[in-house]
C-alpha cells in the first residue's frame, strides 16, 4: 500500500503538505545494563552487544504504564511545538503494550491525562512499525483535512509482556515513549509513505495467549500470555523489509540512496541494519544507531531516534530522511520525510 499522492510521473514530492513540527521523547530513568541482566539469565554482556549492539534498557517501575510513558514523550513534543493540548484534533498512539487489554484504548487515556479535550483518539496496532503507520495516517488526516493538528505517540512497556527467562527475547527489548506533533504547512513534510504486511508469518512475533483466539483462563501457561519470537525467521524478514521500504520510497519519488540525509530504521538490532546496508550497498553511516542505550522499544523506537537526532542538532531543514518500520504482524512500512 502507498499512501502518498503521485503525480503523473509517479513522483509525490510537490503534493502532500503533513509536517512534523515538533517531536519529543521519554524514557523511564531505572537503567538496566547487560551485567545486570546476565544475573537473572544464562545470557553476558559479550554475547547480547556482539549480537545485537545492545548494551543497556530502560525499564518502567511496576506502577508505570503506556499512557504514563506517551504523556510525558507527548508533552515534550508539544511544548516544543508550543502548541496547546486544547488545539490537538487527534491522538494516535501506537503501542503493542497498551494499558488494558483491547479496551479502552489507551490514546483516551492520554488524550485525557494531556487534556486534550478536542481531540479523538485510537490505539494503532502494527507493533514495531507503529509508529511509521501512524505518521502515514496522520498525514492521511492532515492532508485531507480532517485534522489540522495530530498528535502521534509510539509508547511501549515491553517489560511487561516479556519472559524474563527466556534469554532469546527478554535481553532484546526495553521501555521508552516517543512522539510527533503532525500540522498543516507547505514545503516540505511527509512525502509519501509505504505500508506492507506479510500476514503468513504472524506466528513468528507473538504473544499466543490473551486474545480472542486463546483467551486467557486459570488453567493458561502463563508463558504463553508472553512474547515469543522465531529469531532466525524475524531477522531474514526485517533485513529484507528494510532494503524493500527504502528501494520503493527512493523509486516512487525519483531519489537515490545518495540524495537521502539520514535513514532512521526500527532499532531492533545492529547487526540487522548492517546486513542491509551490506546487502542494499547503502552507506552504513547514513543509518542512525542508538540501540545500545535503549535496546528496542518497538513503536517507540524510531521517534525515540528522532528525537535525539533533533537535540544533537542532526536533522536540519530540507534534509531528506526515511523511517522504516517492521515487526510483528510481519508488518513494514517507511516514510519519506522533508525535515522542515
Ligand atoms: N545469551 C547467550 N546465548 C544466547 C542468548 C543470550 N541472550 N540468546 C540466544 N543464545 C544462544 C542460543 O541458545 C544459541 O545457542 P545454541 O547454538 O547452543 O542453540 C546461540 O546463542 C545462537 O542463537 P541464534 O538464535 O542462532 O543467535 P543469532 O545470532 O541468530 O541471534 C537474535 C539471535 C539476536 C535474536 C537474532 O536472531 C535477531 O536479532 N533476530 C531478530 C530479532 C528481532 O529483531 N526481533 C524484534 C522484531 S521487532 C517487533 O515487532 C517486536
Redesign the pocket.
Known amino acids: 500500500m502507498a499512501t502518498g499522492r503521485e503525480t503523473a510521473s509517479g513522483s509525490a514530492l510537490q503534493r502532500a503538505s503533513a509536517q512534523i513540527v515538533a517531536v519529543g521523547a521519554y524514557v523511564p530513568p531505572r537503567v538496566m545494563t547487560n551485567d545486570e541482566l546476565a544475573q537473572i539469565?544464562?545470557?553476558?554482556d559479550e554475547?547480547?552487544y556482539s549480537?545485537?549492539g545492545i548494551k543497556a534498557r530502560h525499564v518502567a517501575a511496576d506502577d508505570v504504564a503506556a499512557s504514563d510513558l506517551a504523556v510525558e514523550a507527548a508533552r515534550r513534543a508539544l511544548d516544543e511545538a508550543r502548541i496547546n493540548p486544547a488545539d490537538v484534533d487527534l491522538v494516535l498512539l501506537a503501542t503493542?503494550t497498551p494499558d488494558y487489554p483491547g479496551l479502552p484504548a489507551t490514546a483516551s487515556i492520554v488524550q485525557d491525562h494531556l487534556g486534550a479535550e478536542r481531540a479523538g483518539a485510537m490505539d494503532l496496532v502494527a507493533?514495531?512499525?507503529g509508529f511509521v503507520y501512524g505518521l502515514a495516517t496522520a498525514s492521511a488526516f492532515v492532508d485531507s483535512g480532517q485534522a489540522a493538528t495530530v498528535l502521534v505517540v509510539g509508547a511501549e512497556v515491553y517489560s511487561t509482556i516479556i519472559n524474563w527467562a527466556d534469554?532469546?527475547?527478554?535481553?532484546?527489548?526495553g521501555d521508552g515513549a516517543g512522539a510527533a506533533v503532525v500540522r498543516r504547512g507547505t514545503g516540505g513534510g511527509i512525502r509519501d509513505s509505504v505500508l506492507h504486511s506479510v500476514g503468513s508469518g504472524a506466528a513468528s512475533?507473538c504473544r499466543p495467549a490473551g486474545g480472542s483466539r486463546e483467551p486467557c483462563n486459570v488453567a493458561t501457561d502463563p508463558d504463553r500470555t508472553k512474547?515469543q519470537?522465531d529469531?532466525?525467521q524475524?531477522?531474514g524478514f526485517?533485513v529484507q523489509a528494510i532494503i524493500d521500504t527504502v528501494e520503493e520510497l527512493l523509486r516512487r519519488n525519483g531519489l537515490s540512496i545518495a540524495d537521502l540525509d539520514h535513514v532512521v530504521a526500527?532499532q531492533?538490532?545492529v547487526?540487522?541494519i548492517d546486513a542491509a546496508c551490506r546487502r542494499a550497498g547503502y552507506p552504513v553511516e547514513k543509518f542512525f544507531k542508538n540501540i545500545r542505550e535503549y535496546a528496542?522499544t518497538?513503536a517507540a523506537s524510531i521517534p525515540i531516534a528522532l528525537s535525539e537526532m533533533q537535540t544533537r542538532g542532526l536533522l536540519r531543514p530540507g534534509h531528506l530522511v526515511v523511517t522504516v518500520g517492521?515487526?510483528?504482524?510481519l508488518a513494514y512500512g517507511g516514510n519519506l520525510i522533508e525535515w522542515t
Open positions: 539469565v544464562d545470557t553476558s554475547w547480547i549480537h545485537t503493542s507493533a514495531c512499525s534469554r532469546n527475547t527478554c535481553v532484546l527489548f512475533l512474547l519470537m529469531g532466525r524475524v531477522y526485517a526500527h531492533a538490532n547487526r540487522i528496542n518497538s517492521f515487526g510483528s504482524g
